[in-house]
């Protein structure tokens, strides 16, 4: 990165850029450009659309540029989100009922009923352009960390080397009775092998549980506290495919707005946070990703 903190000077007006997507249909920023509505394949290989070359320049001038993603920037590698209306998991189950540390102790079979279905869903997934795009910029000192609320390692798998997982990763699990870990592969051939679908220690014969954050359990404090100070000295932060709605991860991006950085909100669907943004793009976000790593010239076109 260059210079010092971006100047929001940078904005083609003084106002937030906004193209909100998803339906196909032609939008304004708050200048009274238009802005094209979105497709599979915008900003790639064309002219950006204003507010994508509007943040192109934001990151090409910043010091220090920060990505949140949240399960939307996985929904393009088969993926389901949690929150889409009538798609989204917790559509279809109680989070509260299921996904719970107290589900988890209480009722260990059930827990790992859904659970086990989880790791299937995620099994063999891929990353897709948006994982790539990120890593792209990553390696040309346009990105210097990713901050995800996934657990589907797919930024690993995309090769993101500054990488923190805040809510934890399905990469392995633990037993809380003894602190035994165990990989992914080897927790599966133990799900598999027992009776009752419960993957048990080896060492102790406690139900183990997924390294991830389940409801009703803190944050990692380190990673916590990593995701913090990077935001609090990110000069741009791009928030993809993120509700924005889980808290504490919810409030990182007030963190940069309140050191003066500038807020990017990329996903499909509204956020608490759109009034806020200083530029928010609505299209499809591997889409989008693509269109920016280009317009910032992380891409060879």
Known sequence: MTGGRVSHSLRPCNHSITEAGGDGNTRSDDCGAPAAGTHPTAGVGRTPRPALAALARLVRSAR???????????????????????????????????????????????????????FATLDGKQPNDAHRALVAMEQRGLLDAVITQNVDMLHRKAGTRELVEVHGSIASCSCLRCGASVALAEARA?????????????????PIKPDVVLFGEMLPVHALARAQRLCESADVLLCIGSSLEVHPVAGLPLLTREAGGAIAIITQGPTPLDAIADVRLGGDVAAEMQGLAEAAGALDV
Do not use: N
Request: glycine fraction near 12%; charge should be negative; include cysteine.
């Open 64 to 118: 220090s540029v920060v990505a949140l993603t949240g399960a939307g920037i996985s929904v393009p590698s088969g993926i389901p989100d949690f929150r889409s209306p009538g798609t989204g998991l917790w559509e279809k189950v109680d989070p509260m009922e299921l996904a719970h540390i107290d589900a988890f102790r209480r009722d260990p079979e059930r827990f790992w009923g859904f659970y086990g279905q989880r």
């Open 190 to 206: 133990l799900l598999d092998a027992d009776p009752q679908g419960i993957p048990r220690c080896r060492a102790c014969g406690d």
